[in-house]
């Protein structure tokens, strides 16, 4: 099936910084990818939809100066976290879609721990 | 908004032992999927139901979609060890903007030797 690869898989970072997690469709073209968060033991929240050469579409309440992202080419887009404090410790995992079997279906990134320090 | 509400939130089970989670909900969907994730990895897809009171079998698991499309279940029979993750419910938000995947809140199943 499609692959999507996220790196880091894990990064530690200190407060203040900028983290950029990049993640890549493998063997296909992808030209939506989508960003989610999520906490220890919690679902998945949709952060934002990136769309390849345009503008990313963020969900209501989150920041898009502290979350950039950008979809510069079919197979890649990149989420950075700006200025990252304690709380924006997280799960984050990207995804696209596939078509697959007659079917669009969504494949996951093996996801990014990022810790704040 | 539609909300997709899963029960239980965690269950702690034996090995063998059969169970059942719940995804709710009071809106109809055209389709529901259903995710297994397992601790550090992304969700990967089990299944998605289609048509009203729908049964898919994959191996020791069981999928039912409601009569009325507002609901769906996950059995699992003699569960195992491997079975353990989070098994989450998904519905297609569909926007002007385009198609969004929603989640519910997640079943956290824990299989025990």
């Known amino acids: 099936g499609a692959v999507v690869s996220q790196h880091p898989s894990r990064v530690i970072c200190k407060s203040g910084t900028s983290v950029k997690i990049e993640c890549r469709s493998l063997d296909f073209q992808a030209t939506t990818m989508f960003w989610y968060r999520q906490f220890p033991k919690k679902s998945l929240m949709l952060m934002a939809t990136s769309n390849e050469g345009s503008k990313a579409t963020y969900e209501q309440g989150v920041e898009k100066d502290k979350f950039l992202i950008n979809h510069a080419s079919l197979t890649l887009s990149t989420l950075t976290v700006t200025s990252a404090h304690p709380e924006d410790s997280s799960f984050y995992i990207c995804?696209?879609?596939?078509?697959?079997?007659?079917?669009?279906?969504?494949?996951f990134g093996p996801g990014t721990r990022l810790t704040v320090t | 908004t539609q909300l997709l509400e899963q029960s239980p939130q965690f269950l702690s089970i034996q090995e063998g032992e059969n169970l059942t989670v719940y995804c709710n909900s009071s809106?109809?969907?055209?389709?529901l999927q259903w995710y297994r994730q397992e601790p550090g990895e992304g969700p990967v897809l089990l299944v998605t139901?289609?048509?009203?009171?729908e049964v898919k079998k994959l191996k020791r698991l069981t999928f039912q979609f409601g009569d009325a499309r507002k609901d769906s279940s996950l059995h699992i029979t003699a569960a195992q060890p491997g079975d353990t993750g989070l098994y989450l419910c998904a519905y297609l938000r569909r926007e002007t903007s385009g198609s969004r995947l929603t989640f519910g809140e997640g079943t956290q199943l824990t299989v025990n030797p």
């Open positions: 809106s109809v969907f055209s389709s």
């Open positions: 995804s696209a879609w596939q078509l697959g079997g007659g079917v669009f279906e969504q494949y």
């Open positions: 139901v289609v048509t009203g009171g």
